[in-house]
Nanobody, 128 residues
Framework: QVQLVESGGGLVQAGDSLRLSCTAS????????VGWFRQAPGKEREFVAV????????AYGDSVKGRFTISRDNAKNTVYLQMNSLKPEDTAVYYC?????????????????????WGQGTLVTVSS
């Protein structure tokens, strides 16, 4: 059974940095598009970042461009989200998600969150 597990969330102050990790079991993440989404209380889920198979393409949501970076460590079968210059409005539960079809990527569908494999989420709280 394929599972994604996020870690690295916590409570930080505005301006701080945090790195989230998404580790997979039962799947080689390097072969799939993997991304991050977030959902703040009372708000809709929001696309944050994606990296496609073999890091062929990366994209970011407008609200995090220039501050967040998605990367892979294939040896550890892990995808990271480095978050710098955090703001209180970054407070949310962050979810890792993966495309289910090896090598497939639809920019529209992925950013819409039309995905079947999700982690359980990790909470990031940024205080002002």
């Amino acid at each position: 059974q394929v599972q994604l597990v996020e870690s690295g969330g916590g409570l930080v102050q505005a301006g701080d940095s945090l790195r989230l990790s998404c580790t997979a079991s039962g799947r080689t993440l390097a072969d799939y598009a993997v991304g991050w989404f977030r959902q703040a209380p009372g708000k809709e889920r929001e696309f944050v970042a994606v990296t496609t198979r073999l890091d062929g393409y990366r994209a970011y949501g407008d609200s995090v461009k220039g501050r967040f970076t998605i990367s892979r460590d294939n040896a550890k079968n892990t995808v990271y989200l480095q978050m710098n210059s955090l703001k209180p409005e970054d407070t949310a539960v962050y979810y890792c998600a993966s495309e289910s079809v090896l090598g497939f990527y639809s920019d529209y569908d992925f950013k819409k969150g039309d995905l079947k494999l999700w982690g359980q989420g990790t909470l990031v709280t940024v205080s002002s």
